[in-house]
């Protein structure tokens, strides 16, 4: 498996071109994508178009020619540059300062370091080109086998961040799987290519809208021709980790609990998906500020405090969680929705839920960004039921569960509905 990024994450920025294609060359012989900047303003992307996805930045410490200039007037230009390639959520790559002399190196990068902290490269290192080439792009002595040695070096640049690697490596077998998934799903067109790639791509979006196609719009009809590929990619990604990841890959276990990280952002991306959602959907979440139930929920999950259920009752933060068969929703098939009850609660509350009953589910806590601080939710399967779906197609509930999360409620809700209980007789 290639360590270097297969996916067009590499950058180099040069404003001498000859300098900058021998290293272009060596690339392209690797099947490495890449991008090239001259250092000039005019041919960057403007800022809110910069896409946050370089891994390796090659960068020249002389913009400005190939004569001698101040440490001020040379970092300017390379301040304006990184400024308008590397976004604040470029992160984490590794800057190379490709570049001719190493006189003004300890400087510039101090001021890089102190003027990027928010986006710092996670390693700088200096590959000086005079080894390879001379000034004119030309090949010195031993050129093939110094470049040879020049990318063994950065793989050992790449190989000091196990993570980082692991990460590059994730990446690149995405980007197969994405390759295979495309190869087998459109290899089976001989002739004829685009209206039979238009009859697949109706075919995908009518499996995964079913009913609902004839009344999609365009857009509509193609995010759900996408989901179905995404199925396939799915199927796709899982062979390629598990046949491809080398026996003897690095894995490097930390268990410092010290570490203030804090995993409820991670749980935030596991549990929800934040796409625009229609009435009826499975996963669909509806937030309510009141009802009948949630008194007795809540009076349910915390046991003798009457305080607290009081504090989370005046934040209704009160929702319906729509459990529809997906198969149904597709055919468009729903006449009732299927509903469970919940209420999401701060973190801070969690210890005081002293209900372990089956009929209860306890999400794991995770960041609620429109809160700005940690929460979890609570279902109770005693209310699920059925009610007249109300919503218009209008109305805005921009977040659903994922579908594994549903699936693991859906599947406690039917321990909950069949449990057997034990036949006895007291003596």
């Keep these: 498996m290639n360590v270097l990024p297969i996916n067009g994450r590499v950058a180099i920025v040069d404003d001498v071109l000859e300098q900058a294609q021998p290293l272009m060359q ?20 403007e800022k809110e178009d910069r896409y946050n996805d370089i891994r390796i930045l090659f960068l020249d410490l002389n913009l400005m020619g190939n004569a001698e200039y101040p440490t001020k007037q040379l970092y300017s230009a390379i301040y304006a540059t990184m400024d308008r390639i590397i976004s604040e959520n470029n992160f984490p790559y590794i800057l190379i300062c490709w570049t001719r002399t190493n006189e003004q190196y300890e400087e510039i990068i101090g001021k890089i370091k102190e003027d990027f902290q928010d986006r710092t490269p996670i390693d700088i290192v200096s590959l000086p080109k005079a080894e390879y080439f001379g000034l004119d792009g030309s090949k010195t002595e031993r050129y093939e086998e110094k470049m040879k040695v020049l990318f063994e070096k950065i793989e050992e640049i790449i190989e000091k961040h196990a993570a980082f690697k692991n990460l590059i490596s994730w990446e690149n077998h995405i980007h197969n799987a994405t390759n295979s998934s495309l190869t087998e799903s459109l290899s089976v067109i001989k002739e004829d290519w685009d209206n ?50 080398a026996a003897g890959a690095e894995f490097i276990e930390e268990n410092n609990e010290e570490n203030k990280i804090s995993m409820s952002k991670f749980n935030e991306k596991l549990l929800f998906s934040f796409v625009n959602t229609k009435p009826k959907e499975p996963g669909r979440i ?51 929705n299927r509903i469970i009850p919940g209420v999401f609660i701060e973190k801070k509350y969690r210890q ?19 809160k700005k601080t940690d929460y979890f939710f609570i279902l109770d399967f005693r209310f699920f039921t059925s009610e007249e779906n109300y919503e218009k197609n209008d109305e805005d509930h921009p977040v659903k569960l994922k579908q594994q999360v549903l699936s693991e409620i859906l599947s406690k809700l039917s321990r909950h509905i069949n449990r057997q209980g034990i036949l006895s007789i007291d003596e």
């Design 352 to 370: 005081k839920i002293s209900n372990n009953s089956d009929a209860l589910y306890i999400s794991p806590p995770f960041f609620y960004n429109e």
């Design 286 to 336: 509806i937030h309510i500020e009141s009802g009948n139930c949630f008194s007795e929920i809540l009076s349910f999950a915390i046991k003798n405090n009457a305080a607290v259920i009081t504090q989370i009752e005046q934040k209704k933060q009160f929702f319906k969680l729509v459990v529809n068969p997906l198969c149904d929703f597709a055919q468009n098939k729903v006449k009732r």
């Design 196 to 245: 039979s790639a238009n009859w697949i791509f109706t075919k995908w979006a009518k499996a995964f809208s079913g009913c609902n196609f004839d009344d999609y719009n365009n857009s509509e009809r193609l995010k759900s021709a996408y989901h179905t590929l995404n199925h396939f990619l799915l199927e796709k990604i899982e062979e390629e980790i598990e046949n491809n990841v």
């Design 26 to 45: 060596e690339l392209s012989k690797r099947q490495i994508p890449f991008v090239y900047y001259d250092g000039e303003p005019e041919n960057f992307s």
